[in-house]
């Protein structure tokens, strides 16, 4: 929390009655849960890695599909020929 945060907060719970002590030992508790908590900051810092880690999965990805697929194709192009020229030369099984 920044100073000015703070320091209204501590005027806030004195006006509406909350003795000094007590005041600051809501605002050392409340700020100790708040220290573990993300800012909107680390939330864009941490959209922006997983989109950049996405692109790049997408694009392994696409690439992967392209080698399959070519050799996919390529596989059934030539697996007539290859089971043509066994039972040419071996006959059949």
Known sequence: MDSARVIQYLKDLKASGVPEEQAEAQLIALESMLQGLATK??????IKALRTE???D????K???KYFMVYS???FIYAPIIVGVILKYFGKF
């Open 41 to 46: 900051s680390d939330l864009k810092a941490e």
């Open 54 to 56: 996405l692109k790049s």
């Open 58 to 61: 997408i694009k392994e990805f």
């Open 63 to 65: 690439s992967e599909l």
């Open 73 to 75: 194709i390529l596989g």
